[in-house]
Nanobody, 118 residues
Framework: QVQLVQSGGGLVLPGGSLRLSCAAS????????MGWFRQTPGKEREFVGV???????YYVDSVKGRFVISKDNFNNTVYLQMNNLKPEDTAVYYC????????????WGQGTRVTVSS
């Protein structure tokens, strides 16, 4: 059973950067699709991007060119590097693992809050 523990986040000025981490235990992350999502109050959880087992990545247009997802298979950790942050990036961010054989994101990290404000 994979368990995901997130770290990072906090308060940052517009234009600043933050890096979120998602550490896994119980199974190698290298075989999973690792997605990042975010949610603001009153809105549905929004897909941000994914890193595939191959290492290739995909991002939604709103973060493309600013966010980078990477992974460290040795440390079983996935990262979300967020650059040039904007106030509209303020949200609780979640990582999640998808077994390619199951096709659903499960489990999820506990979430970490990112606030972009001056």
């Amino acid at each position: 059973q994979v368990q995901l523990v997130q770290s990072g986040g906090g308060l940052v000025l517009p234009g600043g950067s933050l890096r979120l981490s998602c550490a896994a235990s119980g199974h190698p992350l290298s075989t999973y699709y690792m997605g990042w999502f975010r949610q603001t109050p009153g809105k549905e959880r929004e897909f941000v991007g994914v890193i595939r087992p191959s290492g290739s990545t995909y991002y939604v247009d709103s973060v493309k060119g600013r966010f980078v997802i990477s992974k460290d298979n040795f440390n079983n950790t996935v990262y979300l590097q967020m650059n040039n942050l904007k106030p509209e990036d303020t949200a609780v961010y979640y990582c999640a693992a998808q077994d390619p054989n199951r096709g659903v994101y499960d489990p999820w990290g506990q979430g970490t809050r990112v606030t972009v404000s001056s």
